[in-house]
């Protein structure tokens, strides 16, 4: 039994090989993509909105509420990274109905980079708002003595947010195909609805962590910062 | 369950291109065209107030002309009123004044008719009463009308010969003045009794058709007549006493 898509190999790109978590995770930035440049490209303000956009519309804002809940004002930076995290963990573990998708977030591999980036961009984003030495200074609180052990708190953050979705997103998978095996016609139905369910919220959750480290390390925003922010 | 570090590395830049492509297709044209229509509708929420508020001015500009223009029509009301009614009077007044004017005119035309009835009814009173008066005296006495007023005015004349003498001067001219031709034998007569009274005076005769019938002696300044003007008045009063009375009765038949 395969556990991982890493370990599968889908084609060839001049001679390199490329494995089923890297290819559908193109599939699901293809996906995404082609989907927003479709409804954005004739996107004027004369034009009216239609049906496509306002759902766009409601699904951004939406992200964009939520992280100026957890942040404390608006941030569009931060909605960039925190957003496209919730897509694509949400878009790669809806896609778990199609029959022959194997979604990205059930490899480690996935959820490792996802946490490495989530790990970069904590300092990033801090060293951004506060400064460098503001940033290293929250290392050191509430006293130096608490370096190392803030030190490894930021380490296990990426590492939780990284097991934790592939253990969610891996056993969902594991257990529809183990069901499958041996009642094919029933529980697999109720599998997939469960894996649905607990895909969206593991990608609810990746990404109000993701925004919560983040929001951690930077300082408290206003309005004013949201001009600065925006690029 | 193992790492494929090699993976995790392009899963890593996908991440970051997904990124790219997601802020260049999906948030920045949604927040931009979010925000461009929060703007616009706060741009038109804004139009909106001032044009209500233009609106509002223009209503309290038009209710204040609208007042203005009541005021002025009660007002050009009033005036024309007034004014018809200055021309009504006007009109009333010269109405009047034309209908007191007709009625003077009226009353002038009757008054003329009147005296012209009345004269008519004077000299024909007098030409029936000289020709009854002719009539009965041929008949009853065998004399003449001009020889009985030739006798009267010789009578009326006997007893005032001295002031007439003192009047008439050292003229000594007597001119007897009658309507009709007097008959050459009245004339002889008239001569003969004025040369009598007084004597050494040329007697004259001249007619005038103006003159009521009878004679007028005239010497000098003095001046003697006897005319049936007094009899005619008297027919004159005794017709229009009958014509009144005959009135009086037709009134009073009418009232009953």
Do not use: C
Not at chain 2, 13 to 19: D, E, I, M, S
Not at chain 2, 149 to 173: C, N, S, W
Not at chain 2, 222 to 249: E, K, M, P, T
């Amino acid at each position: 039994m395969n556990l991982s898509p890493d370990q599968t190999i889908i084609l060839h790109l001049w001679g390199v090989p490329i494995n089923a978590t890297i290819f559908y995770t193109w599939v699901v930035m293809a996906l995404l993509t082609v989907v927003s440049m479709l409804i954005t490209h004739n996107l004027r303000p004369d034009v009216p909105p239609n049906r496509w956009r306002t759902t766009l519309e409601v699904i951004v804002q939406g992200i964009q509420g939520q992280i100026e809940e957890i942040a404390q004002g608006p941030s569009r930076r931060l909605l960039y990274f925190s957003g496209t995290l919730f897509l694509f963990v949400a878009m790669s573990n809806l896609l778990l109905v199609v029959p022959g998708f194997e979604p990205p977030t059930s490899s480690l591999s996935t959820t490792t980079a996802l946490a490495i980036s989530v790990l970069i961009a904590v300092p990033l984003f801090g060293v951004s708002s506060r400064g460098v030495v503001g940033y290293l200074k929250t290392y050191l609180q509430p006293s130096f003595v608490m370096l190392p052990f803030n030190i490894i708190s930021e380490f296990s953050r990426g590492i939780s947010l990284a097991i934790r979705l592939y253990g969610n997103i891996m056993s969902g998978a594991v257990i529809a195909a183990i069901l499958l095996g041996i009642a094919p016609f029933f529980f697999p139905v109720v599998m997939d609805v469960l894996g649905l369910l607990t895909g969206m919220i593991q990608a609810y959750i990746f990404a109000i962590l993701a925004t919560v480290y983040i929001s951690s390390a930077t300082a408290p925003r206003t309005r004013n910062q949201h001009d600065k922010d925006t690029p | 369950m193992s790492i494929d570090w090699i993976t995790v590395a392009a899963q890593i830049a996908n991440f970051l291109v997904l990124v790219w492509l997601l802020k260049r297709f999906l948030y920045r044209p949604i927040l931009d065209g979010i925000d461009a229509r929060e703007a616009e509708i706060t741009a038109r929420m804004q139009e909106a107030a001032q044009q209500k508020a233009e609106a509002a001015a223009v209503e309290a500009e038009y209710q204040q002309k609208l007042r203005a223009l009541h005021v002025a029509q009660s007002e050009m009301q009033e005036k024309v009123r007034k004014e018809a009614e200055a021309q009504r009077d006007a009109l009333l007044a010269e109405a009047q004044q034309r209908m007191e004017h007709e009625h003077e005119n009226w009353q002038a035309h009757l008054d003329d008719e009147a005296r012209k009835y009345a004269a008519r009814l004077h000299a024909a009173g007098a030409d029936a009463l000289l020709s009854l008066t002719r009539k009965a005296l041929s008949d009853l006495a065998d004399e003449t009308l001009e020889a009985r007023m030739a006798h009267q005015l010789v009578r009326k004349i006997r007893p005032m010969t001295e002031e007439l003498r003192r009047a008439a001067g050292q003229a000594g001219a007597a001119t007897i003045t009658s309507r009709d031709p007097l008959p050459p034998k009245v004339q002889e007569t008239l001569t003969a009794d004025l040369t009598a009274l007084f004597p050494g005076t040329s007697v004259g005769f001249e007619t005038d058709t103006e003159q009521a019938p009878g004679l007028v002696l005239r010497m000098g300044g003095a001046q003697v007549a006897w005319s049936i003007d007094s009899y005619i008045d008297g027919l004159d009063a005794l017709i229009s006493d009958q014509l009144a009375r005959g009135a009086d009765l037709k009134v009073q038949g009418n009232g009953h």
